[in-house]
Nanobody, 124 residues
Framework: QVQLVESGGGLVQAGGSLRLSCVAS????????SAWFRQAPGKERQFVAA????????TYIDSVKGRFTISRDIAKNTLYLQMSTLKPEDTAVYYC?????????????????WGQGTQVTVSS
C-alpha cells in the first residue's frame, strides 16, 4: 500500500513558476513508476508527465514539454513537478499517482495509488 500527499500548489501569475511535491509513505517509491495528472473544472483527468521507477525514462504531454520537469528523490521518497512559464490553461487540480508497473504510462487506469490533489491557479 502506498499513501501519497501532494503539496506546493497555489495562485501564480502567468509566466511564473511553482514546484509541486508528492511524498509517498507506506512503501518506497523506488520500485514504482509515478506520474502527475491534472483535472480542470468540467474536464476529464489529463495526463501531464510520468517517470519510470529507475528514473531513466520520462514522458510529457506536448503542451508542457520544455516548461515542466518531473523528477524524483528516492532518498526522500518524493516526486516533484517543476512548472515554469505557467499559463492560465495550466489551471487545474494536480494529482500524483504511483504504479507498481515499472515503465512510464499515460493511462490513469495503470496507476493504483493517487494523492488527494493540490490546486494550481494561474492568473492572466
Amino acid at each position: 500500500q502506498v499513501q501519497l500527499v501532494e503539496s506546493g500548489g497555489g495562485l501564480v501569475q502567468a509566466g511564473g513558476s511553482l514546484r509541486l511535491s508528492c511524498v509517498a509513505s507506506g512503501r518506497t517509491f523506488g520500485t514504482y513508476a509515478s506520474a502527475w495528472f491534472r483535472q480542470a473544472p468540467g474536464k476529464e483527468r489529463q495526463f501531464v508527465a510520468a517517470i519510470s521507477w529507475s528514473c531513466s525514462r520520462t514522458t510529457y504531454i506536448d503542451s508542457v514539454k520544455g516548461r515542466f520537469t518531473i523528477s524524483r528523490d528516492i532518498a526522500k521518497n518524493t516526486l516533484y513537478l517543476q512548472m515554469s512559464t505557467l499559463k492560465p490553461e495550466d489551471t487545474a487540480v494536480y494529482y500524483c499517482a504511483a504504479s507498481p508497473l515499472s515503465d512510464v504510462a499515460s493511462e490513469p487506469s495503470r496507476y493504483n495509488y493517487w494523492g488527494q490533489g493540490t490546486q494550481v491557479t494561474v492568473s492572466s
